[in-house]
């Protein structure tokens, strides 16, 4: 369960990130709106800067528990992402505590690149390199979104943003700015064929129903480059589990099967929060010759 944890999170957030890879000739970005208010001017304006950038170094932390397992995840780690041609390198830190009183902590080593084929993806377990392949025209597609389409998907989806507020980080000076996006753009970021577990069972309408998600966010007061961003997907898993039995029956869903997946949604608290630095100038890494050895197992298979 553990190594399924690690994987999923690693995919996650590399699909978050993804989505800023651009071909070698990027189209021009989205043009701003007119009258547009100044706080969706500086999204835009942050947003616009990391779906254009060449590279960057991420941190990153995630939490998910459920209240009926008594079970605790912590995902945290840094990433290093060239999207030119798409590369990335990720260090997790694991800690799964248990309701009955255990700890199981993993670290993990994972390379990934994206080629015209799919998804390849390196991991370093207990000293054993693994290989696993995701291939899927839907995945590709949006590995390889233009980073003008990016952007037209996050602004698109932007209900609202205001300036709530200023703070140091790091002796930078930043804006904070609380955005509510629409839930349809989440759905957006889990291409079909992604074996993404219970987003097998979601459709956008789903998402619809679910409303919007509330995000806050650090914006460089002087480049206007975005630096960290805090969501609390809590709430929204809520509006997910209380969006089933709209769709249940359009899916073919039946009553146990609704059930199953209301409970398992409203059962989850998750939080997650990430920094971005070094925009352009990520720190380069190589694939160790070792994992020229791995072992090839399938898509988020746990290894013995």
Do not use: H
Not at 37 to 60: H, N
């Amino acid at each position: 369960m553990l190594k399924k944890c690690l994987f999923g999170a690693a995919l996650f957030f590399f699909l978050a990130a993804a989505g800023c890879a651009a071909p070698d000739t990027p189209a021009a970005p989205a043009a701003p709106v007119p009258d547009e208010p100044l706080p969706v001017q500086i999204m835009r304006a942050a947003y616009t800067q990391i779906a254009e950038a060449k590279s960057y170094d991420l941190a990153f932390t995630a939490r998910l528990r459920t209240a009926a397992a008594e079970s605790d995840l912590t995902v945290s780690g840094v990433a290093n992402y060239f999207l030119k041609p798409l590369e990335a390198r990720l260090l997790l830190d694991t800690e799964l505590k248990t309701g009955e009183g255990a700890t199981v902590r993993a670290v993990q080593e994972q390379y990934i690149f994206a080629a015209d084929t799919g998804l390849t993806v390196y991991s370093l377990q207990n000293g054993r390199w693994l290989k696993s392949t995701l291939a899927s025209p839907e995945l590709n597609r949006a590995l390889l979104m233009d980073p003008a389409d990016d952007i037209r998907l996050f602004m698109d989806n932007l209900q609202e943003a205001e300036i709530t507020g200023e703070e140091l980080l790091d002796e930078r000076p930043t804006q904070i700015i609380t955005v509510r996006v629409a839930g349809e753009a989440l759905r957006e970021l889990v291409p079909e064929g992604a074996e993404t577990g219970v987003f097998d069972a979601l459709t956008a309408r789903m998402f619809e129903d679910a409303g919007d998600l509330q995000m806050t966010c650090w914006v460089d007061a002087e480049s206007g480059a975005l630096v960290k961003c805090r969501v609390d997907l809590t709430e929204f898993m809520r509006k997910l589990a209380g969006a089933v039995g709209a769709v249940a029956a359009r899916e073919g869903l039946n009553d146990a099967e609704a059930d199953t997946l209301r409970t398992a949604l409203g059962d989850i608290s998750a939080e997650l929060e990430y920094t971005i630095s070094n925009i352009n100038a990520a720190a380069p890494f190589i694939l160790p010759a070792e994992a020229g050895q791995a072992e090839e197992i399938s898509a988020g298979e746990a290894a013995p």
